[in-house]
């Protein structure tokens, strides 16, 4: 149920698809690359993998001499994919302070997924939610305007780019054939994206008509950033339930 693009782009590109991981910055909120340097990184390593109690494979990224000119200060990164069923999908992530200075991070689980048809989806548990519309023109303070969620059902009609500030933990997405809900801990906030048509056609990676064909819902930290004391640890993680068809 996750969608990849046809046009995906190798490494070193951003994936456009799965679950891209955005840290320790979301979007353009820092001084850092956009959605940081953890989903572009060559310097992953496979920590360790196993099928009991459930197939899980954990993933370390570690600060060096390049990670410090974007981000200086020493971390370590681990990033767990478990399969606990097979309607069932967890994805979590710990971030490590291994210097003797705090330091903030904006994070996001930016993952894509898969409908038929862009107008067919609808996301439940978002009415009432702040959020900060970037796809709206800039506020006369020159920052995104933020409205309250007035639909008891988010649908996508062009282009979305929305984040829920202090989102609940309980999300269900719905396409027309599939319900799939959503339970993030650690996470405060979520994100709804698609790129609408009008400017899918200046994507590169993004085939042709396929900006149809995902809606990303977003587990994320970005209002608010994560202070991270030394030698403090901190964690989240989402689990994809898919249920019974419609």
Request: glycine letters at 8%; one cysteine or more.
């Given at each position: 149920?996750?969608?990849?693009?046809?046009?995906?782009?190798?490494?070193?590109?951003?994936?456009?698809?799965?679950?891209?991981?955005?840290?320790?910055?979301?979007?353009?909120k820092g001084a850092g690359p956009k959605h940081g340097f953890a989903r572009t990184s060559s310097k992953w390593k496979v920590l360790?993998?196993?099928?009991?109690?459930?197939?899980?494979?954990?993933?370390?990224?570690?600060?060096?001499?390049?990670?410090?000119?974007?981000?200086?200060?020493?971390?370590?990164?681990?990033?767990?994919?478990t399969l606990p069923s097979d309607s069932e999908l967890t994805i979590a992530m710990q971030v490590m302070n291994k210097g003797e200075?705090?330091?903030?991070?904006?994070?996001?689980?930016?993952?894509?997924?898969?409908?038929?048809?862009?107008?067919?989806?609808?996301?439940?548990?978002?009415?009432?939610?702040?959020?900060?519309?970037?796809?709206?023109?800039?506020?006369?303070?020159?920052?995104?305007?933020?409205?309250?969620?007035?639909?008891?059902?988010?649908?996508?009609?062009?282009?979305?780019?929305?984040?829920?500030?202090?989102?609940?933990?309980?999300?269900?997405?719905?396409?027309?054939?599939?319900?799939?809900?959503?339970?993030?801990?650690?996470?405060?906030?979520?994100?709804?994206?698609?790129?609408?048509?009008?400017?899918?056609?200046?994507?590169?990676?993004?085939?042709?008509?396929?900006?149809?064909?995902?809606?990303?819902?977003?587990?994320?930290?970005?209002?608010?950033?994560?202070?991270?004391?030394?030698?403090?640890?901190?964690?989240?993680?989402?689990?994809?339930?898919?249920?019974?068809?419609?």
């Amino acid at each position: 149920r996750l969608f990849v693009s046809s046009a995906a782009k190798p490494p070193p590109a951003a994936l456009r698809g799965g679950t891209p991981l955005c840290w320790p910055q979301f979007a353009s909120k820092g001084a850092g690359p956009k959605h940081g340097f953890a989903r572009t990184s060559s310097k992953w390593k496979v920590l360790g993998s196993s099928i009991e109690p459930a197939p899980t494979v954990t993933f370390e990224l570690c600060d060096d001499d390049d990670t410090q000119a974007a981000f200086p200060s020493k971390f370590r990164v681990l990033y767990h994919i478990t399969l606990p069923s097979d309607s069932e999908l967890t994805i979590a992530m710990q971030v490590m302070n291994k210097g003797e200075e705090p330091f903030e991070f904006t994070t996001a689980l930016h993952t894509y997924f898969r409908v038929p048809s862009i107008g067919a989806v609808s996301i439940d548990g978002l009415n009432g939610i702040t959020y900060e519309d970037s796809a709206a023109p800039l506020d006369a303070d020159g920052k995104p305007p933020r409205v309250v969620e007035s639909s008891e059902q988010v649908r996508i009609a062009g282009e979305v780019d929305r984040v829920y500030l202090g989102a609940p933990d309980r999300l269900t997405l719905q396409d027309g054939t599939d319900t799939i809900h959503l339970l993030s801990q650690g996470f405060k906030d979520a994100v709804v994206w698609n790129i609408g048509a009008e400017k899918a056609t200046a994507m590169d990676d993004l085939g042709a008509g396929e900006w149809e064909n995902y809606v990303c819902i977003e587990s994320a930290v970005v209002d608010k950033p994560v202070k991270l004391q030394a030698h403090g640890s901190w964690m989240g993680g989402v689990t994809y339930t898919l249920a019974s068809p419609q």
